[in-house]
C-alpha cells in the first residue's frame, strides 16, 4: 500500500512539472493556432521537461525527499523559463549585471533553498504541504492550457477561408491599377522597408543619438523626408499588410490571419510589364507574381513557437550560435540587394525589400562589430539599439550612392513599419514614429506630415501613371 501511495505521489508530482513545463509553450500555441505548426512544440517542451526531471533529481538528493526537490524544481524550472524576463527586471534596478552574475545568483539562492528545505522541513506533514503546493500549481498550469486550448479550436473553427486570387482582385488597389498602360517604360523601383526604424525625435529622446545628419544626407541627394511620419499602427504584419494593399485595409492582426499571397501591390507592378523582387520575414507570395524571391534564412521568433519560447528562457544565453547566423542573415539580404540594383535587366525592376533591421535582435554595433549575446534583447540599454540603426544608416547609404550612380530615374523609398516599440515610458504615438523618405528620379515633391502608405500611393502615381487619392489617416 505504501509503495503504490508512493509510486502515485512521484506521478502526481512528474505531471504537476511536466504541466508547468507545458503551460508557456501550449499557451503560444493555441493564442496562434491558425499558423503555427503543432511540431513546433516538441523541440522546447522536451528541453524544459528535461531540464526539470534532472533539477528535480538534484533538488531531491539535496533536500532529502523528491516532494522538496520537486518543489524548489518547479520554482528552478520557472525562473529557467522565464530567464529574460526576469533578467530584464533586475537590470531595471541594477543595470551593471549581466547573466553570469543574475544566474548563478539564482542558482544559490535555490540550493540555499534545497538545503534549507532538509534542515528546517523535517516533519510528515511539512513535506505532505510541499507536494500539495507543487500539486496544486500543476493542476492550475494544466486548467489553464484546457482553457486556451478550448479558445484556440474555436477561433479555428471561426477562421475565414485562405484569402482567394478573386478576393484580392477586388481589392480597392487592384481596381485602381487596372488602367495601368503597360507599353511605357517605366522606371526602376526599389522599396526598402526596414523593420522598427524610429523617427528621429523619437530615436534622439530615448537613445540621445541624433539622426538628422543621415536624413539630411539623403535630402542632398534628392530624397525627400517627412519628419513627423505615423505609420498608423504599431503592428508589423497590420502595417506592412495595408502597404501591400496600398490601403488601410487591415486594422486588427486577427484579419491578417489569412496571409497575402497575391498582394495588389505586386499585382499592380506584375501587371505593368516589371520583373520583381520580393522579400518578407512575415508574408509569402503566389511564385507567379514573382519573378525572384529572396528568403531570409532566420524565422523572427514572434513566427516559431519554439523561438518564442527559448527566447524569453535561460536557452536563449546556451544558444551561442544565434548571434552569427543573424549577422549573415542580414547582411546577406542587403548585399543581395545591391545586386539586384546592379543587375542588368531588359525591362523595369521592381523590388519589396522587408528586413527585420533594425529590429531585435541586436547583432550589430554602430561599427558593425558582434554584440555579446546577453545584449541581443536589450532594450534596458539603449546603446544597442542605437548602434544597430548607426549601421543600418551606413548601409542604407551605400545603398543609395549604388541605386543613384547607376539609375538617377529610379523611385526609392526607405520606411518602416512603425518606430521603436520596447524603450520604457514610449507612447503610443512614439510607437508608430516612422521612417519615411522617398526619392521620385530627382523630382521635388512635399511628403512632410504624410504616413508611409500616401507616400508609396504618391510614388505609385508618379511611376505607373496612377490616380490615387491621399487617404485620410
Given at each position: ?71 524548489t524544481a518547479l520554482i528552478f524550472v520557472l525562473v529557467f523559463m522565464n ?219 514572434s513566427l516559431s513557437i519554439e523561438k518564442a519560447v527559448k527566447a524569453g528562457s535561460f536557452f536563449a544565453y546556451l544558444n551561442r550560435g ?152
Amino acid at each position: 500500500m505504501d509503495r503504490s501511495a508512493g509510486l502515485l505521489k512521484s506521478g502526481l508530482l512528474v505531471a504537476a512539472l511536466i504541466s508547468v513545463c507545458a503551460y508557456p509553450v501550449l499557451f503560444l500555441y493555441f493564442r496562434n493556432i491558425k499558423e503555427a505548426v503543432f511540431r513546433q512544440v516538441f523541440g522546447p517542451l522536451l528541453v524544459f521537461t528535461a531540464v526539470a526531471l534532472a533539477a528535480w533529481l538534484v533538488f531531491g538528493t539535496l533536500s532529502g525527499t523528491m516532494a522538496k526537490g520537486a518543489f524548489t524544481a518547479l520554482i528552478f524550472v520557472l525562473v529557467f523559463m522565464n530567464y529574460s524576463l526576469i533578467e530584464g527586471g533586475l537590470r531595471r534596478i541594477v543595470p551593471d549585471w549581466r547573466w553570469w552574475r543574475i544566474a548563478p545568483t539564482f542558482l544559490f539562492l535555490l540550493v540555499s533553498l534545497a538545503l534549507a528545505l532538509r534542515v528546517f522541513v523535517t516533519g510528515r506533514e511539512g513535506d505532505d504541504n510541499l507536494f500539495k503546493i507543487t500539486v496544486v500549481i500543476g493542476s492550475a498550469c494544466l486548467a489553464l492550457t484546457l482553457f486556451n486550448a478550448a479558445n484556440g479550436i474555436y477561433s479555428l473553427g471561426q477562421a475565414p477561408p485562405v484569402e482567394s486570387r478573386t478576393e484580392t482582385a477586388d481589392s480597392r488597389g487592384a481596381k485602381e491599377s487596372l488602367s495601368i498602360n503597360t507599353t511605357m517604360t517605366r522606371p526602376n523601383f526599389y522599396y526598402f522597408i526596414f523593420d522598427e526604424f524610429a523617427r528621429q525625435d523619437v530615436l534622439k529622446k530615448y537613445t540621445g543619438y541624433d539622426n538628422t545628419p543621415f536624413l539630411k544626407g539623403l535630402e542632398g541627394q534628392g530624397f525627400k523626408v517627412s519628419y513627423s511620419s505615423d505609420s498608423g499602427s504599431d503592428n508589423t504584419r497590420i502595417s506592412v499588410g495595408n502597404l501591400l494593399h496600398f490601403s488601410y485595409k487591415y486594422k486588427s492582426i486577427s484579419e491578417t490571419n489569412r496571409g497575402i499571397r497575391r498582394p495588389p501591390l505586386l499585382e499592380v507592378f506584375k501587371k505593368a510589364g516589371y520583373r520583381t523582387y520580393a522579400t518578407s520575414p512575415y508574408y509569402q507570395f503566389d511564385a507567379d507574381l514573382l519573378d525572384v524571391a529572396l528568403r531570409s534564412l532566420t524565422v523572427p521568433a514572434s513566427l516559431s513557437i519554439e523561438k518564442a519560447v527559448k527566447a524569453g528562457s535561460f536557452f536563449a544565453y546556451l544558444n551561442r550560435g544565434e548571434s552569427e547566423a543573424v549577422r549573415e542573415d542580414r547582411l546577406g539580404l542587403l548585399k543581395r540587394a545591391g545586386s539586384i540594383i546592379e543587375e542588368p535587366a531588359k525591362s523595369s525592376k521592381f523590388l519589396f525589400f522587408h528586413i527585420l533591421f533594425p529590429h531585435e535582435p541586436f547583432v550589430f554595433d554602430q561599427n558593425g562589430d558582434p554584440v555579446a549575446d546577453e545584449n541581443m534583447h536589450n532594450w534596458a540599454d539603449p546603446r544597442y539599439y542605437m548602434g544597430q540603426v548607426i549601421f543600418l544608416s551606413q548601409k542604407i547609404n551605400e545603398l543609395t550612392t549604388m541605386i543613384l550612380e547607376r539609375d538617377p530615374q529610379a523611385v526609392v523609398l526607405y520606411q518602416s513599419d512603425h518606430g521603436a516599440r520596447f524603450f520604457t515610458h514610449l507612447t503610443p504615438e512614439e510607437r508608430r514614429a516612422c521612417l519615411n523618405c522617398v526619392y521620385l528620379g530627382g523630382e521635388d515633391v512635399e511628403i512632410e506630415g504624410l504616413g508611409p502608405l500616401n507616400t508609396l500611393r504618391l510614388a505609385l502615381n508618379y511611376a505607373l501613371g496612377l490616380k490615387l487619392d491621399t487617404l485620410k489617416e
